[in-house]
Nanobody, 115 residues
Framework: QVQLVESGGGLVQAGGSLRLSCAAS????????MNWYRQAPGKQRELVAA???????TYADSVKGRYTISRDNAKNTVYLQMNSLKPEDTAVYYC?????????WGQGTQVTVSS
């Protein structure tokens, strides 16, 4: 089992920054991918950033150059640094860890960007 707890969301003005954290506990040695998703009201959940076990990263086009996914192995924590935030970035952000045949999700953290 893997437990994930997100933190770091909040209200920020457009152009500002936030850093989200996803603290993991449990059996994480065989995690394949660590992802951040978001879901805005009335929209489908979308993948915004992924960090694979080998270290490669991918980003949604809408956040490229503004978001950075990283991890601290000593703290079992994955981060999402979000810069130059826009009102359209407003959403609930979730971290998700993927193993073979199984995925684990956090409870989500709200990010609201005011114009």
């Amino acid at each position: 089992q893997v437990q994930l707890v997100e933190s770091g969301g909040g209200l920020v003005q457009a152009g500002g920054s936030l850093r989200l954290s996803c603290a993991a506990s449990g059996s994480i040695f065989d995690i394949l991918t660590m992802n951040w998703y978001r879901q805005a009201p009335g929209k489908q959940r979308e993948l915004v950033a992924a960090l694979r076990s080998g270290g490669t990263t991918t980003y949604a086009d809408s956040v490229k150059g503004r978001y950075t996914i990283s991890r601290d192995n000593a703290k079992n924590t994955v981060y999402l640094q979000m810069n130059s935030l826009k009102p359209e970035d407003t959403a609930v952000y979730y971290c998700a860890f993927l193993k073979v045949g199984r995925d684990y999700w956090g409870q989500g953290t709200q990010v609201t960007v005011s114009s």
